[in-house]
């Protein structure tokens, strides 16, 4: 004997569930006994199939509610029925077609909702904007459709790059109003200290050969920071990110830096430590926060005092002295440190190295006041560096805008990308995506 199978939507009245009302079937076919990794289930392709035959026979159910409504419901006038339309939902997977009836009153002429759109305002599902929304902040544009392609077996146009870049785009700049208007309601258990990192990356713009610099921020308590069992890795257990590429005089950097603080639980009695690469446009976002708070440490971040001098190439008989200076800048002694570095400029007078040297010393003594004793910090087990975590620039901004060969970037194109990555890097977007979503102007194209 074959046996064949038969997968059917019923409906039923929930009072006496025995009986149907009404039965659609999905699919059919012959059982068999699987084989190998091909037959096991289902093909991928007929998955597929099957999941959109699912839906769209539940999704009529659905509508039928509507268009079978018997009174109009502006003046209980008789409702008629005038015709089909057709309309779709794009749904994770599927494009989803969907046929109403048109019902109009006979009455006052009230028409009810026909269209998909009629009734979401828009066409497509709240995860498939999640998703695309994430992936077009994790991947390129390019590459975002191309995985959706994968997974939905077919192309979508739903997916095209131009649309999933519309979505991270206005989803992103969703966020940030939200962020905005989160500030006002927080209220975190406060925070004894935090650590604020603030460092800039440079990204290639569309409009010449120059670079624009976008800044990002993480705030973390330092009980946050975990050491790996090894003692190799650290990791944050919980943060906040933010970003922001506007030309806006760090407008834009300082309201999220000041949100993701609070979201930490910044109050009048944290001491924040500030870890920066030296900047000034660094700075003045960490000085936002210092009349926020009890006290502030503003400490040159040793990562990049570190990283300065190993780009120095330096003469084999001036290493020694070379390497006093960063035995100084360890221990805190600034002073001694350009001691030093000027006796150096002095013997190598005339060279490149002396040149760079020079460039050097100037970057210390822009920030000497934020030069500390890094030994001392370390012994007590307190924070001098960023690179015991993640590089926040490496996260939020090289991984997805550089390395990708003429991939250029506009502040206004950038932005709402860097916010959507801000997001996803800070701990709360799985119980934010919700709001945002639906807060985000979804409508298709
Ligand atoms: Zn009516």
């Known amino acids: 004997m074959k046996t064949g199978y038969r997968i059917i939507l019923q409906t039923f ?39 959109r035959d699912s839906l769209n026979a539940l999704i009529s159910e659905k509508v039928k509610i509507i268009s079978d409504l018997q009174q109009c419901p502006k003046c209980s006038g008789k409702l008629i029925k005038k015709g089909i339309k057709t309309s779709v939902f794009h749904d994770v997977l599927t494009d989803q077609e969907v046929k109403m009836h048109r019902v109009r009153c006979n009455n006052c002429k009230h028409e009810l909702p026909s269209t998909v759109t009629a009734i979401i ?15 077009g902040a994790q991947h390129t544009f390019r590459e975002a459709e191309s995985i959706f392609n994968n997974f939905s077996t077919v192309k979508r146009k739903i997916n095209n790059r131009n649309r999933i870049k519309d979505i991270a785009n206005s989803v992103g700049e969703t966020i940030q109003k939200i962020d905005i208007d989160e500030k006002q309601m927080l209220s975190e258990p406060e925070a004894k200290e935090l650590v604020i990192n603030i460092d ?11 670079s624009i610099e976008a800044l990002t921020s993480i705030i973390y308590r330092p009980e946050n920071l975990q050491k790996d069992a090894d003692g190799t890795r650290n990791y944050i257990e919980r943060k906040s990110c933010a970003a922001s590429v506007k030309d806006d005089d760090q407008e834009e950097i300082i309201t999220n ?52 001098m190993q780009n120095i ?8 002295k070379f390497e006093n200076v960063k035995w ?48 001392e910090r370390k012994n007590k087990g307190l924070v001098f560096t960023s690179n015991l975590a993640e590089s926040t620039v490496e996260s939020l901004i090289n991984r997805r805008c550089k390395g990708h060969q003429h991939m250029r970037w506009s502040r206004e194109g950038l932005n709402p990308i860097l916010q959507l990555r801000a997001k996803l890097h800070t701990d709360d977007w799985n119980n934010k995506w919700r ?11």
């Open 435 to 445: 709001t945002v979503i639906a807060n985000s102007k979804l409508k298709a194209i």
């Open 328 to 375: 100084y800048l360890w221990r805190g002694k600034s002073q001694e440190a350009i001691g030093r570095l000027t006796e150096i400029i002095k013997e190598a007078v005339g060279t490149p190295f002396a040149k760079a040297v020079k460039k050097f010393m100037g970057y210390i003594q822009n920030n000497i006041d934020r030069i500390v004793n890094y030994e």
């Open 13 to 51: 009245d929930m009072n006496s569930p025995k009986e149907a009302i009404n039965s659609t079937e999905i699919k059919q076919g012959e059982i068999k006994a699987p084989i190998n990794c091909f037959d096991f289930s289902m093909e991928y392709e007929e998955q597929i199939l099957f999941l």
């Open 313 to 320: 190439a330096v003469p084999q008989e001036l290493k020694d």
């Open 200 to 210: 800039g990356g440079h990204v290639k713009t569309i409009e010449d050969q120059r």
């Open 257 to 308: 830096t000041i949100v993701c603080a609070l979201k930490e639980g910044l109050t009048k009695d944290t001491i924040v430590t500030a870890l920066c690469d030296g900047s000034t446009n660094c700075w003045k976002v960490a000085e936002s926060l210092r009349p926020l708070s009890k006290t502030m440490i503003c400490i040159l971040d040793w990562f990049h005092i570190g990283k300065k």
């Open 121 to 135: 305002d828009g066409s497509m599902s709240a995860r498939l904007a999640k998703m695309q929304a994430e992936l």
